[in-house]
């Protein structure tokens, strides 16, 4: 048999290795037919029942990334050679779907016809069968290879005799089957889970149980529940969970702080928002005799607490983030832990991971260690609290000299810190964020814009600096790590967005290599004009989504070499897997002490993840970002529709910001509520999207509406259930563009009239059903 020219590689990953995906693959196309699982043993030579077992396992990883397929009789065969990929499917309200494939530029379409064999989420394997008119390439679904949904949460309604459950998922587009069900208990409307008992098939609808009635009525915390669940995000932990965390003592124990650096006279505060429970880091700054300062960043040690494949592990890398709604949070480890043992509260001793970093005049990090620790912190401090020392105002919070002195010193180096900063040019848009008062029933009351301050920015500018030193410190080490990767944007984006800003007579050239400093220019030229806030979004959208890979890559955003996230392992899971790898590192102190606690040979055995771990950590994390992010999405969505449903057929004020071939994105001023205006409803003229000016122009009078152009719209619908809102313009005020089109409107201000003509009608409805998010770092 041939030998495995990636045996080294292997060797270098796991202790007993078997071929690696490119040597069966290799072998496979040698052999040039379909093989058994038995037949692969065979000729791979795996006499040992451990390699078998391996094998088993990289087979099913390969079928999972569409390398190969596997049929029921368990016959593996090259992807590529039988026209079959495998992938997520990926469903829209509309019917039709997609197929995610890995390492894959393009999706596959999937038909409504299809679709009716699969939930979104599921993977499956489909066979491409060409292009469509459109010139996508679709398929057709040939196996279900894992179901994703177990549960649906839906409103019930008859037809007839027949009992059905519409799903509130807007991408769960079958009706489900609901047999047996008892009407006087359950009533038409009613909100209920229901769990999968027959899945969808090409020729038979899904069927399920009813497991629990929520309510006749949608609530704020109802609506919770149903973005948990429909994005498949746990919400209750496990009984074994329960078990190791009630086992774990409520204050820290003696013997968890020996051969631990004692900083508990250091006077570390944390600085938190009012409401906050959870206090995972806690800072402390000096100047130094020689110049500069001594920055620690002391981050709760959650990795002493859960180790690596216990019940809490397993459970917090199934969610990888906590999820923060309005009013309620989904801890990605329980409160005894978030909240308790690893909360670095004041007056009580804590574990620590900490970052020492010496941080020079000019504010260059001139050097940094990491070692375990253990705090005192001397007190809880608010933004607020913060803030007004800052400002020169005496604020009551105990052991008042120690701690005023060491916000005076995190002020200084803050300031420094700014500066290079701005030097560096980091973006900053300047983003907003939206506060909700809510009324006893749950109600939302108001929503309002929350600013942000001196504080907000200092405790983040201390966070940089150690999620910064972390990245480093794993790659001085050559080791696997996550890195929190944002790359620079796509060239065929970057093109559009020059051509857009141009017409604003804004310059962005990308003749060449476009930098995160251009980016930062162009922002600081938007941001004095009127609605500059609106116009940034142009550039936010233009920019890739961050991401955590194993290769690092840089973070165009921030304008670092190098970026990782460490500083909240209470509710981030690549956090707590940084600190794992850093203490490792710590543990070890050189490679020769390491040798001879361990032996070379066992080396690898010492730290606690492979290459195959980190890089699958990083896709599922990345994932559980996303997922938390649509989850709270959906709640916002709904929260305001709630609020705004109050308020139909009002005009009221606002500013467009977004533009898409089927209408205009409208934020409401002092509403901060967005709604659709479709195409169809802009009057007495036909308008057509232009790209180059982010523009809807109408064909006869090439009135223009676009982005930050200021309206007064209508509140014509409010579909709570679907989270979509409809205005229609009454009047319109263009906007500065410096290279108006053919009868390009100046500055003339139209007024609204009946409902206008639609040249070519596009699908849409209300509320965010068509605009891109905003990118998150």
Known sequence: MKKDPHHKRESQKYANPIPSREFILGLMADLGVPLGFKQLVSELGLADEADQDALRNRLRAMVRDGQVVVDRRNVYAIASKMELVAGKVLAHADGFGFLSVTDQDEDVFLSNRQMRAVFHGDIAQVRIRGKDRRGRIEGEIVEVIERNTDQVVGRLYYEGKVTLLESLNNRIIQKILIPDVDRKLHKAGQIVVAGIIEQPSMHGIPTAEILETLGDHLTPAMEVEVALRSHDIPFTFTDEVHSQTDAMPIEVAARDKK??????????????????????????????????????????????????????????????????????????????????????????????LVAEMTISENGRISGFQFYEGIIHSHARMTYVQVANILKGEREDHGKQPAVRAGISEL?????????????RGALDFGSRELAFDFSDEGRVLAIRPTGRTDAHRLIEECMLCANVCAARFIDKHQHAGLYRVHEPPEAEKLEGLSEYLANLGVNLSVAEKVTTLDYQIVLDQLRDRKHGQVLQMS?????????????????????YPEYAHFTSPIRRFPDLMMHRLIKSIVHSKTESNLVARFGAKDRRNFYPYTIDDVVMCGERSSFTERRAEAAVYDVLDWMK??????????????????????GLFVELDDIYIEGLVH????????????????????????????????????????DIDERKVDFEVITHTPGFRSAPGKKRSGKKKSTGGGRGKERTRQSGGGGRSGKPRGRKR
């Open 259 to 352: 051969n631990r650096r004692d900083l508990t006279d250091l006077p570390f505060i944390t600085i938190d928002g009012e409401d906050a429970r959870d206090f995972d880091d806690a800072v402390y700054c000096e100047a130094r005799q020689s110049g500069g300062w001594r920055l620690f960043v002391a981050i709760a040690d959650v990795a002493h607490y859960v180790d690596i494949d216990s019940p809490l592990d397993k459970a917090a890398f199934d969610r990888g983030t906590s999820v923060y709604f309005p009013q309620y949070v989904v801890p990605m480890l329980p409160e005894k832990l978030s909240n308790g043992l690893c909360s670095l509260k004041p007056d009580v001793d804590r574990l620590v």
């Open 411 to 423: 002020n200084n180096v803050y300031q420094v810190l700014t500066k290079v900063r701005e030097k």
């Open 539 to 559: 550039l936010l959208r233009s920019l890739n989504q961050a991401v955590y890979q194993v290769e690092n890559k840089g973070h165009f955003g921030l304008n």
């Open 641 to 662: 529709c709630d609020y705004i449903s109050d308020h139909v057929d009002e005009v009221v004020p606002g500013v467009i910001t977004g533009v898409t071939k089927f």
């Open 679 to 718: 195409i169809s409803t802009l009057p007495n003229d036909y308008f057509h999207y232009d790209q180059s000016t982010q523009a809807l122009i109408g064909e006869r009078s090439g009135l223009a509406y676009a982005l930050a152009d200021e309206v007064s719209v209508q509140i014509v619908r409010v």
